[in-house]
């Protein structure tokens, strides 16, 4: 799948990086690159889906960064 949207840094537990798309979902990437830890970046992102059995987040979609670029302000 196709994502793009913003990086945000959610507060939550010890913290977790996430993109929330263009259309308002929520997706919590489980290897979001360093390059993409900035809050507010412009990303598109290219994700396939994550079973997660159990998460200490209870936040987004898991999903899994096959590819990425960000887009310019």
């Given at each position: 799948?196709?994502?793009?949207?913003k990086?945000?840094?959610?507060n939550i537990g010890?913290?977790?990086w996430?993109?929330v798309?263009?259309?308002?979902?929520?997706?919590?990437p489980?290897?979001?690159?360093?390059?993409?830890?900035?809050?507010?970046?412009?990303?598109?992102v290219?994700?396939?889906?994550?079973?997660?059995?159990?998460?200490?987040?209870?936040?987004?979609?898991?999903?899994?960064?096959?590819?990425?670029?960000?887009?310019g302000?």
């Amino acid at each position: 799948m196709k994502i793009t949207g913003k990086v945000v840094y959610q507060n939550i537990g010890m913290g977790c990086w996430g993109i929330v798309a263009s259309n308002g979902k929520e997706y919590r990437p489980v290897n979001m690159p360093e390059q993409l830890k900035t809050e507010g970046a412009k990303v598109t992102v290219s994700a396939s889906s994550v079973k997660e059995e159990v998460s200490m987040f209870m936040w987004g979609t898991p999903v899994k960064i096959t590819s990425f670029e960000t887009i310019g302000s």
